[in-house]
């Protein structure tokens, strides 16, 4: 049994390290035995839904090897759940690669988060290498590509934030979703109450609910505030960009995105819109009746009769 077949391991196995995380929903250890690991523990336990961890964990084991192989390197998927007296109490995911921390005057290390890319540099943060104008732009771009996979297999992203997106121009421009365990597959309930963060909320989404139209205002508000540098920035003002990043085609393209992001629910830009605005051809208009792409996902691998049927992004 290992955390990579996707079996439920036992907490009383794991061998757990330092605390390296905390947030609202739970904490996050060090697991030993060299397989840079991690576990994190839910707060409360009891709200948990099981089976849509579950879901998570299959979704994972039904890819082929190499979109394994990216999932892994592009996000902390949940590996396996983590039991404990008959209930789930966590699960494994995977470190951040290392070149995605970077180092403190004092010796800390910390993660590379989005947020260092929404503002100028300060001096408490010159360990963070800084991205060329065409390293921003590639790393705009892994962005969008990320989360078009995602939606591609049936999911609902959710919470979106300039703390839960890493990123590295070391060796090359690359991108890293924490919070996986926040996913849904789309048609089901989330793991936990689903979290949305403060300045990163769809304004037009009742509360606590998200859909993919959603995740495409999202990508539209992390798309503008890394090419604006500015971390407040949202559809429906204005969007001063950094000089240098977009050529005049591309600019004009995204200027026009934006504004459509600010548009009435289900009309936000298709992240194939913003693929191809980035590659500098002109944006293309797609009906609001497009079809919605079919996730590659085997659903008899998922726990469970209650749930089954089409995932559909229209939820």
């Known amino acids: 049994m290992s955390a990579h077949d996707g079996a439920d391991v036992p907490l009383g196995t794991l061998r757990l390290g330092d605390k390296v995380g905390d947030g609202g929903q739970g904490e996050v250890f060090e697991v030993g035995g060299g397989e840079r690991l991690l576990y994190k523990s839910y707060r409360q336990p009891h709200m948990v839904d099981g089976d849509e961890l579950a879901g998570l964990v299959a979704l994972r084991q039904g890819l082929g090897a190499a979109e394994r192989a990216r999932l892994e390197q592009e996000t902390a998927w949940p590996l396996c759940r983590v039991v404990d007296g008959g209930r789930v109490s966590g699960f494994l995911m995977h470190r951040a690669p290392d070149s995605m921390t970077w180092r403190t005057s004092r010796g800390d290390t910390r993660l590379t988060e989005l947020s260092y890319l929404l503002r100028p540099p300060k001096a408490a943060w010159q360990a963070v290498p800084q991205p060329t104008p065409a390293e921003r732009f590639a790393l705009v771009l892994a962005m969008v590509e990320l989360f078009s996979r995602l939606h591609a297999l049936g999911l609902v992203v959710g919470d979106v934030s300039q703390a839960n997106v890493l990123w590295t121009v070391r060796p090359a421009p ?142």
């Open 174 to 315: 690359a991108v890293y979703l924490l919070d996986c365990d926040g996913a849904r597959l789309a048609g089901r309930a989330p793991v936990l109450d689903q979290a949305d963060t403060p300045d990163w909320l769809d304004p037009l989404a009742p509360p606590g609910v998200v859909t993919v139209d959603s995740d495409r205002y999202k990508v539209a508000l992390v798309v503008g505030r890394v090419l604006g540098q500015d971390p407040y920035a949202a559809p429906g003002a204005a969007l001063p960009l950094l000089p240098g990043v977009l050529d005049e085609r591309r600019e004009r393209a995204v200027l026009s995105l934006w504004e459509q992001a600010a548009g009435p629910r289900g009309g936000r830009p298709h992240l194939g819109q913003w693929r191809t605005a980035l590659a500098g051809r002109e944006t293309i208009k797609l009906m609001a009746a497009e079809p919605a792409p079919k996730p590659v996902v085997d659903r008899s691998k998922f726990d469970g009769p209650r749930r089954r049927g089409r995932i559909s992004l229209r939820d």
